[in-house]
């Protein structure tokens, strides 16, 4: 086995609820496997119940009665964190300020009792991996936030835990640094095949790290899916709009097409609805010359952001649509415009009340 | 010049408020080692009342030095845990127990010690050993060590600390030596300061709590003012400066260097 690899536990929750002693539902009884060495990713918006499954998953809290939480084979719910054999990466990283960073990173190999030369051979080791040399004999508190996010991970990692769990590890750090620990946090977490599962708010994150995305919302599971089916088959409206930018069209369907105020879509095998709601990409649509369009419309705005630019198209749909297109075409605001949308980029979703 | 003359009366006036405070004290210290105190300093300065001070109160310093370390490592042993307990609890029954034990702060000393007899003045083992007036030092004091270790925690998000050692397979034990006690240092240090330094100098409590063979240093000050010569009284606060100074100094730069650390 090398040194770092391993591929740890599958993960299986069954039947998981949390309510707070005060009345409140933090998360509705859900069930979710995850396979050994896989990321999975908890994502929604603050509230949804994403860190409380992570919490029941580390066993910083215990799901309601009936809840069930198995590490392969073996019943996990009534064992406490400590004997769990997690590793955690918190949002605050809960570094020890009365430490320095190798003692940190060290901490839960002295507290099983790892040999001392042992010890300083895997933190070497964990300095290395996460790109901290130098820093070894530094206080907490004189480190960078991505240095210290560094640590945390190090921290974590150092024990060989059979999950690995992470929570918004990220989104205390500035934008761009944001954006390069993330690609660095992904290789590791490939390299490592180890079991992941990582909490975030973040919808770029969770696209470029997760193997599967868990979409959630209001304490329950609105999909569970790979990046691509998420984003590109969203099961309901609000995971729609909440991963990507969408537009959301309405109008009735009949004979595989969706009537729209500027025209008409071609569907893929969509049934008759009266009231059909549907979901379109703006990088999905394409700007055409008015006569060759069976939809029309009049650009409202155009913003040139660099490699694209995004328009807004009035008189097409019930809504203004957003429509991302090519940084070389030229259009101005107020000009008339057909717009074309591929019958399998027409997205149906399904009523909601 | 306009600001020169508003330094000059600011200077003038602090000094002005230091010497109020601090002529007492000289005074008194004087006052201590001079022959004859209603004759003044030229009757010629002794150490016989500091010898006959020393004499007849050393088991009452000596007692009182026992009773503050008693006190600090009760309110120690008990305080911290407490103060952990209910940081980590949380929610309303902490509070109204952080308010219970907070409450001797509000009720006259007087009436503790009168609880305390009332209570327990019939066990009389109890009641004649200096236990029953380190019993009413630990509840005088307990608050400032709960709350000023509980300040700490407040500022140091001590709970997720607390979870991220428990992740790494620590348990509460080895958690709490770890990591809780080393990130509360500064608010145990700084508890530790006022528990030693309440106790050494509490009377009210003590007064009523004492016995002619418990007494403490306060108490025998009392005693010595109300039936002695003035310059053993005066000597006697001179012992007590004697002994409280250095004490104070060595717990605050302790205090200090555990805070820089």
């Known amino acids: 086995m090398s040194a770092v690899a391993g591929h740890g536990a599958s993960v299986h929750i069954q039947n998981c609820g949390k309510t707070f002693p005060d009345g409140t539902q933090a998360l509705a009884p859900a069930s979710l496997d995850i396979v050994s060495g896989e990321t999975l990713v908890l994502l929604g918006p603050s509230g949804c119940g994403k860190t409380t499954m992570l919490r029941i998953i580390a066993g910083l809290e215990t799901p309601d009665a009936g809840g069930r939480v198995l590490f392969d084979t073996t019943d996990m719910t009534a064992v406490p964190i400590e004997q769990r054999h997690v590793g955690m990466v918190f949002q605050s990283y809960a570094l020890f300020p009365n430490m320095t960073v190798a003692e940190n990173i060290g901490y839960g190999l002295k507290i099983r009792g790892v040999d001392k030369s042992v010890r300083a051979a895997r933190v070497a080791e964990m300095v290395a991996l996460t790109n901290i040399g130098g820093l070894e004999n530094r206080r907490i508190d004189q480190l960078s936030g991505g240095q210290r996010q560094r640590v945390a991970l190090a921290r974590a990692v150092a024990v060989r835990p059979r999950v690995l769990l992470l929570d918004e590890p990220l989104t205390a750090l500035d934008a761009s640094l944001r954006d390069r620990l993330r690609s660095e946090l992904n290789s590791l977490l490939r390299s490592l095949g180890i079991t992941a599962i990582y909490v975030t708010h973040d919808q770029a994150e969770a696209m470029e790290l997760g193997d599967r995305i868990?979409?959630?919302?209001?304490?329950?599971?609105?999909?569970?899916?790979?990046?691509?089916?998420i984003y590109f088959a969203p099961q309901n409206r609000f995971v729609a709009e909440f991963v990507g930018a969408a537009n959301i069209v309405e109008g009735p369907v009949a004979g595989g097409r969706l009537t729209l105020p500027g025209g008409w879509l071609a569907l893929d095998n969509a049934a008759d609805n009266a009231a059909a709601v549907a979901m379109i990409r703006p990088e999905t649509i394409g700007i055409v010359a008015e006569a060759d369009a069976f939809l029309r419309g009049t650009v409202e705005s155009v913003a040139f952001i660099g490699d694209r630019q995004r328009l807004v198209v009035t008189g097409a749909a019930n809504q203004p649509l957003t429509v991302d297109a090519p940084n070389t075409i030229n259009v101005r605001a107020g000009e008339r415009v057909g717009l074309s949308v591929t019958p399998q980029a027409v997205r149906v979703l399904p009523k909601e009340d | 010049?306009?600001?020169?003359?508003?330094?000059?009366?600011?200077?003038?006036?602090?000094?002005?408020?230091?010497?109020?405070?601090?002529?007492?004290?000289?005074?008194?210290?004087?006052?201590?080692?001079?022959?004859?105190?209603?004759?003044?300093?030229?009757?010629?300065?002794?150490?016989?009342?500091?010898?006959?001070?020393?004499?007849?109160?050393?088991?009452?310093?000596?007692?009182?030095?026992?009773?503050?370390?008693?006190?600090?490592?009760?309110?120690?042993?008990?305080?911290?845990?407490?103060?952990?307990?209910?940081?980590?609890?949380?929610?309303?029954?902490?509070?109204?127990?952080?308010?219970?034990?907070?409450?001797?702060?509000?009720?006259?000393?007087?009436?503790?010690?009168?609880?305390?007899?009332?209570?327990?003045?019939?066990?009389?083992?109890?009641?004649?050993?200096?236990l029953f007036i380190l019993a009413g030092h630990v509840v005088f004091t307990m608050p400032f060590m709960v709350r000023s270790v509980m300040a700490v925690f407040a500022s140091v998000d001590i709970k997720t600390l607390d979870e991220g050692a428990a992740s790494l397979g620590a348990s509460p034990w080895t958690r709490f030596c770890n990591v809780i006690v080393p990130n509360a240092m500064p608010g145990i240090l700084a508890g530790s300061l006022m528990v030693v330094t309440l106790s050494l100098g509490e009377f009210n409590l003590t007064w009523m709590l004492h016995t002619p063979l418990t007494k403490t240093l306060p108490v025998g000050l009392a005693d010595s003012y109300a039936s002695m010569r003035l310059e053993v009284a005066s000597a006697y606060t001179l012992i007590f400066f004697i002994m409280i100074v250095p004490l104070l100094v060595a717990m605050q730069m302790f205090a200090e260097k555990g805070e820089t650390k």
């Open chain 1, 214 to 229: 868990v979409v959630m919302r209001k304490g329950a599971i609105a999909q569970i899916g790979t990046p691509r089916e």
């Open chain 2, 1 to 130: 010049m306009r600001d020169r003359l508003i330094f000059a009366s600011q200077l003038g006036f602090t000094l002005l408020v230091a010497a109020f405070l601090v002529v007492p004290v000289v005074l008194s210290i004087t006052a201590g080692v001079t022959v004859n105190y209603f004759r003044g300093i030229q009757s010629g300065v002794t150490l016989q009342w500091v010898v006959q001070v020393w004499n007849l109160y050393a088991g009452e310093i000596g007692l009182s030095f026992l009773i503050a370390f008693a006190t600090l490592a009760v309110t120690l042993v008990v305080g911290v845990p407490a103060a952990y307990g209910l940081h980590v609890k949380g929610g309303r029954l902490s509070r109204v127990i952080e308010e219970i034990i907070t409450l001797p702060l509000a009720i006259p000393g007087l009436a503790i010690a009168l609880a305390l007899l009332l209570t327990y003045g019939g066990f009389g083992g109890f009641r004649q050993s200096w």
